[in-house]
């Protein structure tokens, strides 16, 4: 199956991760899939602005994790000739502020560098490795102030295709999923690492965890191998848990809270829609369902009632309808494969692998392409909008676009 294939080919790609909060300006972006961790920004434009390169960074190489931003600092991970690198630039100028490099000779499919985008939470950076090395940062120096090895903390297993699940913080603790028998996610003290709980369950699967309030429950949702989940953020409590149909599923895709209702869509069990009971255990039974969208390792984005994402083409479902396809775009060649998106003002902007940006207008009526962008070239890192700046990344260098008034 088409799917599969591209499973096994891009399954790195969408374990970018990331997870955390500054003490948060507007406008930036400390985390996976910015501030709300729903890839959502008030600065996506109405129209593309005129491309202005403001400045570029060379890196050492591809590498999947995307860019963090908080104030005058950007973060983004890196890794060539057998070294991790997390590097640290200004943002007014791209000027290098400090670079942390870690020894990693490992191999694994499509590489050993880092999949997870880092956090940025309150003066620190926390990044994880692909072989599970937690460390957090000064995000002003780049000291080291504390560093966890999930593997050797914790007995697990580094996946697979390596630990993708991007840091998160939720209820005053850093969560992360070691996927150890006893400590398949835990939550530790994000100012010394220091370990608060442990909850046992299954090996991690590749996907990033969120927090949300579900059933009128403040929770943490995730999948780890064959299972969907829910834990109680300040005791690690497993609140419930859902084992999909289809298990030959990489769980790839980050959930989606869409008012207190759970989506998901993944390769090989599709796109469904969850309610809760009062007490916040998921519903076994889905609200909808719809076999449209099964998006191999992207993470579909929600808004004005719609859910956008990669299935053969740019894929537009309607949740009010049930779900409902109301278009697919297969015209554009570079919409056909693996994308990111970022949402707001009516729009969306979708990053291609090619590293070609397309505005599209976020309506049920169809595909309505407003502009197009050549930012990079081949990239599966998500993109970065803060502050009236874009950033981007390639196996080659760091990308900063003036985005400001547009």
């Known amino acids: 199956m088409h799917s599969i294939r591209l499973s096994c080919l891009l399954v790195a790609a969408a374990c970018l991760i990331a997870a955390g909060g500054w003490p948060a300006r507007a406008g930036d972006w400390p985390q996976w899939r910015g501030p709300n961790r729903d890839a959502s920004s008030p600065e996506v434009p109405a129209q593309l602005p005129a491309r202005k390169l403001l400045w570029k960074q060379p ?228 609200l909808a369902t719809s076999d449209e969208l099964g998006p191999d390792t992207a993470t579909p984005v929600a808004i004005n009632g719609l859910v956008f994402g990669p299935c053969y083409g740019l894929t537009c479902l309607d949740v009010s309808q049930g779900l409902k396809l109301r278009w697919r775009n297969e015209e554009e060649e570079a919409l056909t494969g693996f994308f990111t998106a970022i949402t707001g003002n009516d729009r969306l902007m979708v990053f291609t692998e090619s590293g070609t940006l397309f505005l599209v207008a976020a309506e049920a009526a169809g595909s309505r392409l407003l502009g197009r962008m050549p930012l990079c070239k081949k990239t599966w890192s998500h993109p970065a909008l803060a502050n009236g700046r874009l950033y981007i990344r390639d196996s080659a260098a760091l990308y900063c676009y003036d985005f400001r008034g547009s």
């Open 59 to 286: 890196l050492a190489g591809e590498t999947h994790a995307g860019v963090v931003v908080a104030g005058e600092y950007v973060v983004v991970p890196d890794h060539g000739a057998g070294v991790d690198h997390l590097r640290c630039f200004n943002a007014e100028d791209g000027k290098p502020l400090w670079t942390h490099s870690v020894p990693n000779k490992a191999e694994m499919d499509f590489g050993a560098a880092p999949r997870a985008t880092p956090l940025i939470h309150e003066g620190t950076v926390i990044a994880l490795s692909a072989v599970g090395n937690l460390t957090c940062l000064e995000l002003a120096s780049g000291k080291v102030l504390w560093q966890l090895n999930l593997p050797k903390a914790f007995g697990a297993k580094v996946p697979t295709w390596g630990y993708c699940g991007s840091p998160l913080i939720a209820a005053g603790r850093l969560i992360v999923n070691p996927g150890a028998p006893t400590a398949a996610l835990v939550g530790l003290d994000p100012k010394t690492g220091a370990v608060a709980w442990k909850s046992p369950g299954k090996p991690a699967a590749y996907g990033s965890f969120i927090s949300g309030t579900f059933g009128g429950v403040e929770q943490v949702v995730g999948c780890e191998e064959g299972m969907v989940a829910g834990w109680d953020p300040a005791t690690g409590k497993r609140l419930w848990q859902l084992k999909p149909d289809n298990q030959n599923d990489y769980m790839v895709s980050t959930p989606l809270n869409l008012d207190g209702r759970l989506l998901l869509s993944t390769d090989g069990n599709y796109t469904r829609l969850y309610g809760f009971a009062a007490d916040g255990k998921l519903n076994a039974k889905p």
